[in-house]
Nanobody, 114 residues
Framework: VQLQAFGGGLVQAGGSLRLSCAAS????????MAWYRQASGKQRELVAT???????NYADSVKARFTISRDNAKNTVYLQMNSLKPEDTAVYYC?????????WGQGTLVTVSS
């Protein structure tokens, strides 16, 4: 499984961004897709997950602001981020949790200015 994440950038506080993560390879083996983020000097943390059945889960810090979704026809997972805050600044990574292995995409930097 190969993952390519994109969509990061610089945005003002209160703004929105949409991240995309395109998957290729053994797509059928993927059970859960997730977005993580890692701010400078901090540990990587889970932001949101979505199962193959469409069930979602969010970190408390992003609930009601972020929405994870998937387009199975395009093998792509999205993270819609609204009402962004400076503390959302981080490198965002997508992760595929497959039957035997987990796979990470490269990160995409999101910078929220105050």
């Amino acid at each position: 499984v190969q993952l390519q994440a994109f969509g990061g950038g610089l945005v003002q506080a209160g703004g929105s961004l949409r991240l995309s993560c395109a998957a290729s390879g053994s797509i059928a083996s993927i059970n859960v897709m997730a977005w993580y983020r890692q701010a400078s000097g901090k540990q990587r943390e889970l932001v949101a997950t979505i199962t193959s059945g469409g069930s979602t889960n969010y970190a408390d810090s992003v609930k009601a602001r972020f929405t994870i979704s998937r387009d199975n026809a395009k093998n792509t997972v999205y993270l819609q981020m609204n009402s962004l805050k400076p503390e959302d600044t981080a490198v965002y990574y997508c992760k595929a949790m497959a039957t035997l292995y987990d796979y990470w995409g490269q990160g995409t930097l999101v910078t929220v200015s105050s």
